[in-house]
């Protein structure tokens, strides 16, 4: 018996990470989510965990098992990316390499999964260091992984937010620990660890993530007042060593972020999906299937008791206050004059476009408050008082409005919005008989209330969809190609999706990626003859009128043969016939349209693993020739291509590893300083 009592915390702990994970396999299987298929958003026909995370994964995977080398480039699209050093390409997260030992596909439905259960251990375990009983800390981490904000991001095959999501408790578990008048032990390595898995998951939104927790660390310094010269030592030491184990990130990042186009964005382009003010009534009716990038709603419920808890205890909370409201008016973008405050102030904070995802950590944040809001109403009935009336009042608005809403509904809103509606009396009502009901069944009535909120919007966000509807559908198209000896393709309507020219390994003058140069977009621009106005996560450009079918983009533009032919591309694939000197019509298959370029030159790419490759002519050429961009190649470093003007057949080009040893360097020297402060900080 006392070795239970000893053990109880942890075995709760373990309990409850058991039931998570198994809530969590059980509603992606019935999403649809399996060995053979990816997440969609249910009313789109894309998806970046198929037109990106899944190829990423693919090339990873077999660069390494059967190239049997670390690929620091991809030939596949935009005439070849460097591979390692694009962030979105998750080479340098450690739990990419899941990837080694997993197929693709089932590599990233578990990814999926073992995040979302990080994230809620995580919420679980920094909700019970700050005084959270077992079921409120139940209540935060259901809450927060069941998140409508998240499981949009799901669906939308985000996937890299997912994975930052995971590490945002832990990361503000690690502060709380470090700042106590007794640091916890290893204080600076949790520190250090989780702030790097927070970059490496997820550059962008690890810019609030860790802006969040710093804030967080000089809140819980005035709450404490411990030393601050030991609790500084531990912040460099963390500093340091996160730096250090993301240095093989950050420094081909800055090498290559000159020549990047993300370099030029603007602030309109910065701004894009900016919250409107009347997107925030999204805070009350969940927006079923709605968008991935505006979505606010994180529970009806969740919010009732998150504003419980501020009523009840505002000083204690005044700083999670502070931050919800700050994470809403700057998600306001250019709607509001914070965010075009910060961004005339930082420039480079253009980089981290879309200000929407700051309501990505409100996701945890406002889980976190309502567990307070649920453990407070049940322990302090005095209290009661303060929000028994509000509570009356929304019993009655919450029934008026779900019934007015049923009886008036418009069709911008579903019935499937009017009844989540109803879990604001639901919860209103359970916290109404709390001194008819135990404090357990309280807890678990309100428990199981939040999770049956959230989850009857989350199961409109996200549905599984096999690759026999993304991927074999191309199947005819790149084996024809293939077996008529194309170089590389061109398509002005997306005729030859992504993910089929990965799985084919078959070249693409274009591609899907905001990794980009700025050299190659104005030689696409040149060759395609497709105006590149600002800023694009596409070459080319895919501009749509009236919600028109992706495939008959771009016809009234001519590409340039010449042009494109000097980048050897062998065809052009298209969802419509032209007439260009130079393409000559082969075949239809399907819809596609597939032309020959007869002005490309007779050329092959040799590839010897992903970082080097052989050119080879037909015969000898005199003159431009493009067959790869530009990139840090070795004895090459010409602007736009290579290998430039030439005179002759053959060449070879070898990718420059430089960067990987000189980060490996910097990584190792602050290593070493790391644990050096750290030491001292321990003898303070």
């Not at 307070?372 to 109403?377: K, L, P």
Request: net charge neutral.
């Amino acid at each position: 018996m006392s070795w239970l009592q000893s053990h109880r915390g942890n075995l709760t702990s373990w309990l409850f990470i058991l039931v998570l994970a198994v809530l969590v396999a059980a509603f992606l299987l019935g999403g649809g989510l399996g060995v053979d298929s990816l997440p969609f958003p249910p009313r789109s026909e894309y998806s970046d965990a198929v037109i990106s995370h899944w190829p990423n994964a693919l090339f990873l995977r077999q660069s390494v098992l059967e190239d049997h080398t670390w690929p620091l480039w991809r030939p596949w699209i935009m005439s070849g990316q460097p591979f390692a050093a694009n962030p979105l390409n998750k080479a340098w997260y450690p739990p990419q390499w899941l990837v080694f030992l997993l197929p693709p596909i089932l590599h990233l439905n578990t990814m999926i999964w073992l995040h979302l259960v990080l994230a809620g251990a995580g919420a679980w375990v920094w909700s019970r260091s700050t005084g959270l009983k077992a079921w409120a800390a139940a209540l935060v981490g259901l809450g927060y992984v069941f998140a409508p904000r998240i499981w949009a991001a799901v669906g939308a095959g985000h996937l890299d937010l997912v994975y930052a999501e995971a590490w945002l408790p832990w990361l503000l578990w690690a502060v709380h620990r470090a700042v106590q008048p007794v640091p916890a032990r290893r204080s600076a390595l949790w520190l250090g660890v989780f702030a790097a898995l927070s970059f490496l998951a997820d550059i962008r939104l690890c810019l609030y993530t860790l802006t969040v927790a710093a804030a967080y660390l000089l809140w819980r310094w005035r709450q404490t007042r411990v030393g601050i010269r030991r609790l500084g030592l531990i912040v460099l030491a963390a500093a340091l060593l996160a730096v250090a184990l993301t240095a093989v990130q950050w420094v081909p990042l800055l090498m290559l972020q000159p020549d990047l186009s993300r370099s030029t964005i603007t602030t309109d382009e910065a701004a894009l999906y900016s919250l409107e003010w009347a997107q925030w009534i999204g805070l009350l009716i969940g927006d079923h299937g709605g968008s991935w990038e505006t979505m606010v709603y994180s529970g009806i419920s969740i919010l009732i008791l998150a504003i419980t808890a501020l009523l009840l205890r505002p000083r204690p909370l005044a700083f999670w206050g502070i931050v919800l409201l700050v994470l809403a008016l700057y998600a306001l973008g250019n709607h509001f004059i914070l965010w075009k405050v910060l961004i005339n102030l930082i420039p480079p904070l253009r980089w981290w476009r879309i200000p929407s995802r700051t309501w990505l950590i409100a996701a945890l944040i406002l889980p976190y408050l309502a567990g307070w809001g649920a453990q407070w109403w049940v322990e302090s009935p005095s209290s009661r008082r303060i929000v028994r009336m509000a509570l009356v009042v929304l019993v009655f608005e919450g029934v008026l409005c779900s019934a007015i809403s049923t009886i008036m509904l418009s069709p911008p809103l579903k019935i499937t919005a009017v009844l989540g509606t109803l879990a604001l009396p639901a919860t209103a009502l359970v916290m109404l008989l709390a001194n008819r009901l135990s404090a357990r069944v309280l807890l678990v009535s309100l428990v199981l209330i939040v999770l049956a909120d959230v989850l009857w919007i989350d199961r409109t966000l996200v549905e599984g969809r096999s690759k026999q509807e993304w991927l074999q559908p191309y199947q005819k198209l790149a084996e024809y190609l293939k077996d008529n000896g194309v170089s590389r393709t061109y398509s002005p309507s997306y005729s030859l999706p992504q993910q089929a020219a990965a799985y084919w390994e078959i070249p693409q003058f274009d591609g899907v990626d905001p990794f980009q140069f700025s050299a190659y977009q104005q030689v696409a621009e040149a060759a395609s003859g497709i105006s590149i106005q600002g800023y694009t996560v596409t070459i080319p450009p895919y501009e749509l009128e009236n919600e028109a079918n992706i495939s008959s983009a771009n016809q009234d533009v001519k590409p340039d043969p010449k042009l494109l032919g000097q980048w050897a591309v062998s065809h052009v694939l298209t969802g419509y016939e032209i007439q260009v000197n130079g393409l000559e019509f082969e075949k239809k298959i399907g819809d596609v349209y597939i032309y020959r370029n007869t002005l490309a030159p007779g050329v092959s790419l040799d590839w010897h693993g992903p970082n080097e490759v052989t050119i080879q002519a037909a015969q000898p050429l005199e003159g431009p020739l493009y067959a790869v961009a530009a990139g840090r190649w070795k004895d090459h470093r010409e602007k736009p291509g290579l290998p430039g003007h030439v005179n002759g057949q053959t060449w070879t080009l070898v990718y420059d590893s430089s960067e990987v040893w000189v980060s490996l360097g910097i990584g190792s020297i602050l290593i070493v300083f790391a644990f050096a402060i750290s030491w001292i900080s321990r003898r303070v």
